[in-house]
């Protein structure tokens, strides 16, 4: 008589035994980590990576657990330096705020300054031509009569001189904003140096006789240049 637990039976035991052993061993750690590679790639860092055993996949579990530590604590290095990042750019802009304000406080101020000194040449211009021109009229008047002595004529003379130059002075006041604007320009000619330097030294004639000075100008008789009188004559006065 065979029995129905003969040799057809056992292999099959045998077979699901092994699928088992296989289902804890392999497949089931393989699981773990396919679902443990989902979380990395998902930016889940704080879920462990665990198989146990002291096989081949245990050891690769291993290394993705070593591989996540390293990563969040890279994320976090990288998380500490983007705050800190976010913070100087943050100051960065604060400060840059604050110094335009500043500038443009100063830009305000130096405005009204600029301003306030245009007004004040302006005054000063006008409240000092007033009484030149009040100087220059009787003084022209004067020199227009023919029984003037002629050391008095001299004297007037130079003081005709002084008053005009210092009146062009006064003017030359009002040229400060053209200069700042750079709309000053030169008025160029031909002009006999030694002449026009001998006719600033006369202006002093009077003061150098009064304190018994004797002025001398050495120069030659003529030499012709292309320059600007009026300036010339200003500087050297």
């Known amino acids: 008589r065979i029995s129905k637990s003969g040799p057809g039976v056992v292999p099959a035991a045998v077979i699901l035994v092994l699928m088992r052993i296989l289902h804890r061993r392999i497949a089931m750690p393989v699981a773990r980590l396919v679902e443990a590679t989902g979380y990395l790639s998902a930016g889940q860092l704080d879920r462990p990576i665990s198989v146990s055993g002291n096989d081949e996949l245990a050891e690769l579990a291993d290394g993705f657990e070593h591989m996540r530590v390293a990563l969040r604590e890279r994320l976090g290095d990288l998380s500490e330096a983007r705050m800190r990042l976010e913070d100087a750019n943050a100051n960065l802009e604060r400060r840059v705020d ?24 302006a005054n000063v211009s006008h409240e000092l031509r007033t009484p030149l021109a009040l100087i220059l009229g009787p ?3 004067l020199l227009s009569a023919a029984e003037l002595p002629p050391d008095w004529r001299d004297d007037l003379e130079v003081v005709r001189r002084n008053a005009q130059t210092l009146l062009a002075y006064v003017n030359d006041l009002l040229d400060l904003t053209r200069i700042e604007a750079g709309r000053m320009g030169l008025d160029y000619s031909a002009v006999d140096l030694p002449r026009l330097i001998r006719f600033v030294a006369d202006h002093f004639l009077s003061a150098a006789s009064t304190r018994g000075v004797a002025l001398r100008l050495a120069a030659p008789e003529c030499l012709s240049a292309q320059v600007d009188a009026a300036k010339i004559a200003r500087g050297v006065f």
């Open 98 to 121: 604050e110094r335009t304000q500043q500038l443009q406080q100063a830009y305000i101020q130096i405005r009204d300054l600029d301003e306030a000194k245009s007004r004040f040449f």
């Open 139 to 141: 003084v022209d008047s």
